[in-house]
C-alpha cells in the first residue's frame, strides 16, 4: 500500500459583507471571510493538503480565483471535487487533522456538524476527520480578530497493483 501524507495552510481576513462559512456550515456572526469563493478557510486547507499529498497542486491551480466560475462557490462543492480527482488517481482517504485558529467565534460547539458535513461530502467516516478550534492567545491578526487561520494534515492511501 502507497501512504502519502498533505499539508494545508490557509488564512483570509474577515469582511463585513460576508456570511461566515467554516467546515461547510453556515455561523451566525456578524463578519464572514473575504474570497473568491464563499472562503470557507477549513475547507480550504482540507482541499490543498489532499491534493498536496495527491501531488495534483494545490486549491488556487484547480479552481483558480481568476475564474467566473468560482465566484462565490460553495467550497463543499471544491472539496466534493477534490476527492473525485484523488478517487481518479486511486488514493481513498486515510484520516484529516485540521486546526482552526480564531479568537472568535467560539467554535467549539459548532465542530460536530462541521465533521457531519465534511464526511457526507467526501463520503467518509466521520470518525476519519478530526478538528479542533484554538486561538492565538491575543497574538498576530487572528489574535487582533482581522480573520482566521486553518491548518490540516492528511493521509491518503492507494492499493498497489
Avoid at 463543499?76 to 473525485?84: A, F, G, I, N, S
Avoid at 458535513?117 to 470518525?127: D, F, N, S
Wanted: aromatic share 6%.
Amino acid at each position: 500500500m502507497k501512504i502519502r501524507v498533505g499539508f494545508g495552510f490557509d488564512v483570509h481576513r474577515f469582511s463585513e459583507e460576508r456570511e461566515l462559512w467554516l467546515g461547510g456550515i453556515k455561523l451566525d456572526y456578524p463578519l464572514g471571510l473575504a474570497g473568491h469563493s464563499d472562503a470557507d478557510v477549513l475547507i480550504h486547507v482540507i482541499c490543498d493538503a489532499l491534493l498536496g499529498a495527491a501531488n495534483l497542486r494545490d486549491i488556487g491551480y484547480q479552481f483558480p480565483d481568476t475564474s467566473d466560475e468560482y465566484k462565490d462557490v460553495d467550497s463543499k462543492v471544491l472539496l466534493h471535487r477534490v476527492m473525485e480527482l484523488l478517487r481518479e488517481e486511486g488514493y481513498s482517504l486515510g484520516n484529516i487533522d485540521a486546526t482552526i485558529c480564531a479568537e472568535q467565534p467560539k467554535l467549539n460547539p459548532h465542530i460536530p456538524a462541521m465533521k457531519e458535513t465534511l464526511a457526507k461530502v467526501m463520503q467518509v467516516a466521520v470518525e476519519d476527520i478530526s478538528i479542533k478550534a484554538t486561538t492565538t492567545e491575543k497574538l498576530g491578526f487572528v489574535g487582533r480578530e482581522e480573520g482566521i487561520s486553518a491548518y490540516a494534515t492528511v493521509l491518503i492511501q492507494k492499493k498497489e497493483n
